[in-house]
């Protein structure tokens, strides 16, 4: 178990709304991800974070930021939502590039009406 | 464009039965390919594996990797009901920090 939390695990929003998933992580893991996963996708990545303050973009970033502003939390915001970000979002971590696997959240259900 | 092809898409066996499952890829700088288990919720770590011919095994699961051909094989012997599941592929390169995933494939044990 790698004490990772996400919130709200269940949100149901409307077209155009802001909306922000929190990670959190009491490991001290220096790697954080975002990704989503939509059938016939897989697991696609959106943004990670590679320290307090430092992340990049993955392959479907677009209409979405990311914060860390402390080693604990790292948050995903949909600036205004779309239908097409309807999906199940999961958090993973990471100690160090190399070093093994990704541990997984259990997952955010997000619907947008 | 880096990709991760997994095979079958899904399967349904009966109990007892061994399976097995594909992973093909086409990532540069190959660094590792991870093996999850996913069933209602978070993908769990089955296996890593860095180096080709080589098995790993835990109980009645097993893996291996062909970095020649690009390909990784699980298999799982005496299937049981709790080997439902989906299974994904990952492959992670020497270059960025990214894992490229399949889109997993879907098992079904019938009792």
């Known amino acids: 178990d790698a004490g990772i939390t996400q919130s709200p695990r269940h949100k149901v929003t409307e077209t155009g709304t802001p909306v922000t998933l929190r990670c959190h992580q009491t490991?001290?893991?220096?790697?954080m991800y975002w990704y989503r996963q939509d059938p016939g996708h897989g697991l696609r990545l959106i943004h990670y974070?590679?320290?307090?303050?430092?992340?990049d973009k993955g392959e479907v970033s677009d209409g979405y930021s990311v914060s860390r502003s402390k080693t604990e939390d790292f948050l995903l915001t949909l600036e205004s939502a779309t239908s097409s970000q309807t999906s199940v979002y999961f958090c993973?971590?990471?100690?160090?590039?190399?070093?093994?696997?990704?541990?997984f959240g259990e997952g955010s259900r997000l619907t947008v009406l | 464009e880096d990709k991760v092809v997994q095979s079958p898409l899904s399967l349904v066996v009966h109990e007892g039965d061994t399976v097995t499952l594909n992973c093909s890829y086409e990532?540069?700088?190959?660094?590792?390919l991870l093996w999850y288990k996913q069933e209602k919720k978070a993908p769990t770590f089955l296996f890593m594996l860095?180096?080709?011919?080589i098995e790993k095994k835990s109980g009645r699961l097993s893996s291996i990797l062909d970095k020649k051909e690009l390909f990784s094989i699980l298999n799982i012997t005496a299937t049981q009901t709790g080997d439902s599941a989906i299974y994904l592929c990952?492959?992670?390169?020497?270059?960025?920090?990214?894992?490229?995933f399949g889109t997993g494939t879907s098992l079904t044990v019938i009792p």
């Open positions: 993973a971590l990471r100690d160090r590039v190399g070093a093994g696997e990704l541990f």
């Open positions: 490991e001290n893991h220096r790697y």
């Open positions: 974070s590679y320290g307090v303050k430092d992340t």
């Open positions: 990532v540069t700088n190959f660094r590792s």
């Open positions: 860095t180096s080709s011919g």
């Open positions: 990952a492959v992670e390169a020497n270059t960025g920090n990214q894992f490229y």
